[in-house]
């Protein structure tokens, strides 16, 4: 059996279902609306669960589960180095949300990165304490302020609605996904021009370190085979299994 | 290597007679002998250190919710009583004992190792502080059985005064002093110097600031003050207006830092460099030169020494002169010693003012290893 997870609810479930049922591989709920798991009308050999959008990516990252649909900055965040744990197999067209490091509009003289660093450096000179970044993203944010060579910074974990800390005092700067900006904006944030971390969308994952035998190889084709006919989708997995 | 080392009777044997005779070492020459606990709270670590520190420091949370830390480094908790205890300066202090670092990436590199360092505190005499440092360092490796090592020496300060030298504004100097340690990125910076950046459109006038500010409506000012933000965008506005570096200093600057080799040889080469852009670093090459004596004093060859111009340690509080022992173990290269000057750590933990200090560290374990080596 092929173990495959997908999210349990909101959006990126409504989603899922549609794009299967495009496929023509109905999801079937097996107990009710509110079961955690599934079948797929066609597909006999994969076992579906419902697990929400973080566990997914733990549950790949650990080998728990064969594959899993769930957005790409939580794969990134969970695993900064995807290599030789997880395979990317397809963006899927939905779920679309920008990881960015974002501002207060009332910096005016702030708008890169580069502004950022001169920020963070002048507030340990002044403050003698770093500035603090609030986020979920703490690998994320950690990689690309490294790219960015900015060092002088603190991370705040944060765990929902990180748009506020700016305005609470809790933190000077967010990392935060948005989808169109309205949230940031409404909170007086600005994204920095340079501070797009990634460009995130649902994406088919698959993990490396789960126990890949044999019935979960036949799985795996015959989902693959049905969901996307067109792509080598399963050759591409088989190599990085080998 | 292994994450999580055991230590057999054996190994403890070594480093426990290892110790002692470095540790002896430093008493003869006036070091006391001090230890801060292994849990710190973490705080020390996280607010006055870089990103690069706190990366690799275990911490954790008390059943009370009080952030702990394992101490990823002896400097700063150490660094931090003399400064609170107000301790009488100069002070020689060193230490023995396991320090802890999480290896991201790389999960055979031990996670806790033993480390045996001093620190130089309060000496106004910066090339005899320098020297008895150095020294220390080497007749440690030394006593302690490895004969054959080199030194890799640097300086963060050249590079500094050789900024200051040129006519850019207060800014970029910083930025550029700033990521002096990292190669490849001043080269970019010096590439914005030439392009001009977002700041070109900004108002320069503080009427037109202010204004600029009020239409942000209820935005936060997010831990700065309105003043700061006045400033800065004046600046920067100034100094959009005024930005051009000379492209013979720029290149100047880039083949600078590109310098490495024999520190004679090396030293020459940043005179002649130097010499075309018209820059006089005479008090900076000067130091550089003394240490090369120093060392030649202490029986080190001018050919074991290396000289890079972009080598800075990744611990990020080093200020001035930095310095590397390597020898070779079963493996290959390691680095046996490192350290150097770190001028405003003290004042970063609330000292008065700065505080001249300098210090080393010895990988005592490593150090054990080159010599099984021979």
Same mark, same amino acid.
């Given at each position: 059996m092929l173990t495959l997870a997908i999210p349990s609810k909101g959006r990126l479930k409504d989603n899922c279902n549609a794009w299967f049922n495009a496929a023509g591989a109905t999801l079937e709920q097996? =107990?009710?609306?509110?079961?955690?798991r599934a079948t797929l009308g066609g597909v006999p050999e994969v076992e579906v669960m419902l697990l929400s959008a973080s566990e997914i990516a733990s549950s790949l990252l650990a080998g728990d589960i064969h594959m899993g649909i769930t957005g790409e900055d939580l794969l990134r965040e969970e695993a900064?180095?995807?290599?030789?744990?997880?395979?990317?197999?397809? @963006?899927?067209?939905?779920?679309f949300a920008d990881v960015v490091v974002a501002v207060s509009?009332? &910096? %005016?003289? %702030?708008?890169t990165m580069s502004d950022l660093d001169d920020i963070c450096a002048a507030f340990v000179h002044t403050r003698r304490r770093r500035l603090r970044v609030a986020t979920k993203y703490a690998q994320l944010t950690r990689r690309f302020f490294a790219e960015a060579r900015i060092s002088d910074y603190r991370i705040v974990p944060s765990?929902?609605?990180? *748009?506020g800390a700016p305005a609470a005092g809790t933190a000077e700067v967010i990392v935060d996904i948005t989808t169109t900006g309205a949230t940031l904006r409404d909170n007086g944030l600005k994204i920095l021009?340079?501070? %797009?971390?990634l460009k995130s969308q649902a994406q088919l994952a698959a993990s490396l370190?789960?126990? &890949?035998?044999d019935d979960a190889r036949i799985g795996a084709r015959a989902l693959l085979s049905k969901l996307?006919?067109?792509?080598p989708l399963y050759a591409g997995l088989a190599a990085q299994l080998r | 290597m292994v994450a999580f080392p055991y230590y057999d009777a054996d190994a403890l044997n070594a480093l426990n007679a290892q110790a002692s005779v470095i540790l002896d070492l430093f008493a003869a020459r006036g070091y006391v002998r001090e230890e801060p606990s292994v849990?710190?709270?973490a705080d020390i670590f996280l607010d006055r250190s870089g990103e690069e520190i706190r990366r690799r420091t275990f911490t954790l949370t008390d059943l009370s919710g009080r952030d702990i830390a394992l101490?990823?480094?002896?400097t700063i908790p150490i660094c931090q009583r003399v400064v609170e205890s107000r301790r009488k300066l100069p002070a020689r202090i060193c230490y023995n004992g396991l320090v802890f670092r999480h290896q991201p990436g790389e999960?055979?590199?031990?996670t806790q190792f033993f480390q045996a360092g001093v620190e130089l505190l309060g000496v106004e005499d910066r090339t005899a502080a320098e020297k008895e440092v150095l020294s220390l360092a080497i007749a440690a490796i030394q006593a302690a059985g490895v004969e054959d090592f080199s030194l890799r020496i640097g300086d963060l300060a050249l590079f500094g005064a050789l900024v200051d030298a040129l006519a850019l504004p207060k800014q970029w100097r910083w930025r550029l002093k700033r990521h002096? &340690?990292? @190669?490849g990125y001043v080269e970019s910076l010096l590439y914005w110097l030439g392009h001009?950046?977002? =700041?070109?459109?900004l108002p320069g006038t503080r009427t037109e600031i202010e204004a600029l500010i009020d239409t942000?409506?209820?935005?936060?000012l997010a831990g700065r003050t309105r003043e700061e933000i006045i400033a800065r965008t004046q600046e920067r506005a100034a100094e959009a207006a005024s930005l051009k570096l000379d492209v013979r200093v720029a290149d100047a600057i880039a083949r600078l830092l590109d310098i490495s080799g024999p520190a004679r040889d090396a030293l020459a080469r940043i005179r002649s460099l130097l010499k075309t852009a018209n820059i006089t670093l005479d008090d900076e090459l000067a130091a550089m030169e003394r240490r090369l004596d120093a060392l030649h004093e202490l029986?080190?060859? =001018?050919?074991q020494v290396q000289f890079t111009?972009?080598?800075?340690?990744?611990? *990020?509080?080093?200020?001035g002169f930095v310095f590397e022992l390597w020898a070779r173990d079963r493996e290959g290269p390691v680095q046996v010693a490192g350290g150097g000057r770190y001028d405003t750590l003290l004042e970063t933990l609330g000292a008065k003012g700065p505080v001249p200090a300098i210090g080393c560290a010895i990988r005592t374990e490593r150090v054990l290893a080159a010599k099984g080596a021979r």
């Open positions: 097996t =107990s009710g609306g509110r079961g955690y900064p180095e995807l290599a030789g744990r997880m395979h990317l197999l397809k @963006p899927l067209g939905f779920g509009q009332a &910096w %005016v003289d %702030v708008s765990s929902g609605a990180t *748009e021009e340079d501070g %797009v971390i370190t789960a126990d &890949w035998d996307d006919p067109a792509s | 849990l710190q709270p101490r990823p480094d002896l999960p055979n590199r031990p002096f &340690w990292r @190669p001009g950046d977002s =700041s070109a459109k942000q409506g209820d935005a936060p029986g080190i060859d =001018s050919s111009a972009h080598f800075g340690r990744n611990m *990020e509080y080093y200020t």
